[in-house]
């Protein structure tokens, strides 16, 4: 079966730090990848998705920049981090043959506060 | 303005009812989902609705889709403690490769 990793599941950097948070994908091969912020009490938003290896589209530009250097690894980074980065981060894949609007699936999230 | 809009956007109701929220969308669609988010968690698909589907059913849940009035509604029969959470509905665009979710109805089952 399929699972969804992220780490870490919470973190609280300083502003003007970098930021790293990873996201891996089990037992599916060539997923679409996508990663979204989600702001407390509020939906969704979608920063990057990729549909291979090294293909990102980016939905929201800002200080975040995604790769993907691996087909089940997806990263999302930043050089410095702004007070408004804070937020809950989801990693989510679907089946890479079906061009990205289905089913979607979930990993645990990452809560990050910047101070 | 969002292309969902999650309708109410807190719903509170004793166990045993029933529950229904309601979403509006803008634009031509593909399809049409709804996820459920228990708090601080990851989000979890419901069901998926596409275009030429009416109606569709899983279990306690719900889901109708009228394609002319661009809205979807997701009922809970029966409701229980465990269905408090928040959930969301989320469209694929005709076009597109992407969701785009609404902001959610937060559900609270009082027991």
């Known amino acids: 079966s399929q699972t969804i990793h992220q780490w870490p599941a919470t973190l609280v950097q300083p502003v003007g730090s970098p930021l790293s948070l990873e996201c891996t994908v089990e037992?599916?091969?060539?997923?679409?990848l996508y990663w979204y912020r989600q702001a407390a009490g509020r939906g969704l938003q979608l920063l990057f998705y990729?549909?291979?290896?090294?293909?990102i589209s980016s939905e929201v530009p800002q200080n975040l920049s995604a790769s993907r250097p691996q087909d089940r690894q997806f990263i999302l980074s930043s050089k410095k981090l702004l007070l408004s980065d804070s937020g809950f981060y989801l990693c989510?894949?679907?089946?890479?043959?079906?061009?990205?609007?289905?089913?979607?699936?979930f990993g645990p999230g990452t809560r990050l506060l910047v101070l | 303005s969002q292309q969902g809009e999650e309708d109410p956007q807190a719903l509170s109701i004793q166990e045993g009812e029933n529950a229904t929220m309601n979403c509006s969308y803008k634009?031509?669609?593909?399809?049409l989902q709804w996820y459920r988010q228990n708090s601080g968690r990851g989000l979890v698909h419901l069901i998926l609705?596409?275009?030429?589907?009416r109606e569709k059913h899983s279990g306690r849940l719900r889901v109708t889709l009228d394609t002319s009035k661009k809205s979807s509604s997701l009922l809970i029969t029966a409701s229980r403690a465990a269905d408090t959470a928040s959930y969301f509905c989320?469209?694929?665009?005709?076009?597109?490769?992407?969701?785009?979710f609404g902001q959610g109805t937060r559900l609270t089952i009082n027991p």
């Open positions: 989510a894949w679907s089946v890479g043959t079906s061009g990205g609007g289905e089913t979607q699936y």
């Open positions: 037992g599916t091969s060539n997923p679409n």
């Open positions: 990729s549909v291979g290896i090294g293909q």
């Open positions: 634009t031509s669609i593909n399809n």
């Open positions: 609705i596409r275009s030429n589907e």
């Open positions: 989320a469209t694929e665009l005709q076009g597109a490769q992407k969701l785009v």
